[in-house]
């Protein structure tokens, strides 16, 4: 059946003529309630990040400004929660119309790859910063790191932008769908496609971490106790932070996409176990958004002060009121 357009919300909406399609109902069951948690520990986080960035560290150096852009990015993740929620809570049922699932399909491919090249960037610049670090403060400026900022955006979103051309919410069963695999000519250049974003903002991104990891480490065995040497032993711990987020959330959802481009709907059995699996992973992708913070603490140790900072505050504030009312009790009683 050919795709029909609905004028009532401006949408195209492609009703299913493949055999072979994904049981996503498991999906209004395990989805809603492991995202809202997600959402509730991501947004905290990262809104206390922002906070910190913003109010206190006036002066930036270029990793402050990559981290900041880092969590903006993972914000701007945590902005498409909402509507993944309602979806699956709606027994996958789409009601925002072609448009918003464009968006949204957009958003997160955008936010996800503009993650991966600021780890990326914050790791080999911390690298470089330890192997050369008068080299570092000539070469890498503000307005330099401003313009690779920059340059990562713009290119995150020109990797992502062909989804507003690939993605159509469809009809399946009486259902209006988004995000999902049963979409109609899904697997058009499906393999192609996979093969390049994941050479590209996967494959190429993770050998640069493990080459930073490796020369920080080689950097470290050659230096006595000394307070660069500390520095490299907070760069080592940093770079595996960053590492485990790479093999945690974008390791396992590249590698799945990659196996359902190969094997297709071929085996619809196979197809089916692979799908769920890669859901599976659709939910590791999310806490990504909740680990980069872990990134601020070590990355930057301006940031970690602050936060000790803000931390304690927070604690002194809080004692504040119990001191108060105790000593108000002690007065009271001696009159």
């Known amino acids: 059946m050919a795709p029909t357009e609905e004028t009532g919300n401006s949408s195209v909406i492609a009703t299913m003529n493949r055999t072979c399609l994904l049981d996503e109902q498991f999906l209004t069951k395990m989805m809603p309630p492991i995202l809202i948690i997600t ?12 906070w910190i960035f913003c109010s206190h560290m006036k002066k930036k150096t270029p990793i402050d400004i990559l981290m900041l852009n ?88 020109l990797f992502a932008f062909p989804s507003f051309y690939s993605v159509n919410v469809f009809e399946m069963n009486g259902k209006i769908h988004c995000m999902s695999f049963n979409q109609p000519n899904v697997e058009k250049d499906f393999l192609t496609s996979t093969i390049i974003l994941f050479s590209l903002t996967f ?20 230096l006595t106790l000394t307070a660069h040497s500390e520095k490299c032993r907070h760069a080592v711990r940093m770079t595996m932070v960053i590492l485990c987020i790479f093999v945690t ?34 939910l590791a992708l999310y806490a990504n958004s909740v680990l980069d913070p872990f990134v601020y603490f070590y990355a930057g140790p301006k940031y970690r002060s602050k936060l000790i900072n803000a931390i304690k505050g927070v604690a002194c504030c809080n004692k504040l009121p ?14």
Not at 39 to 50: E, G, Q, R, V, Y
Not at 84 to 109: A, D, E, P, R, T
Not at 250 to 256: D, G
């Open 203 to 222: 494959g190429i991104p993770f050998i640069s971490l493990l080459v930073s990891t490796l020369l920080i480490q080689r950097k470290l065995t050659n």
């Open 70 to 157: 880092l969590c903006m990015g993972d914000l701007l993740f945590t902005f498409t929660y909402p509507l993944v929620i309602i979806y699956h809570s709606n027994n996958n049922y789409w009601i925002f119309g072609n448009f918003m699932c464009k968006l949204q399909i957009f958003m997160i491919y955008c936010s996800v790859m503009a993650s991966v090249f600021f780890l990326t960037c914050i790791s080999n610049y911390r690298c470089y910063m330890i192997i050369k670090p008068i080299h570092t403060q000539s070469r890498i400026t503000k307005k330099c790191t401003i313009v690779i900022c920059v340059l990562i955006w713009m290119l995150a979103g």
């Open 322 to 335: 119990i001191a108060a009312s105790s000593t108000q009790s002690n007065s009271e009683s001696r009159v």
């Open 39 to 50: 959402f509730i520990l991501a947004t905290s986080f990262n809104s206390l990040a922002l």
């Open 249 to 282: 959330c974008f390791l396992p959802i590249n590698v799945t996409r990659l196996i359902m481009s190969v094997v297709g709907v071929k085996s619809c059995k196979n197809y089916q176990q692979i799908g769920v699996v890669f859901y599976c992973c659709v």
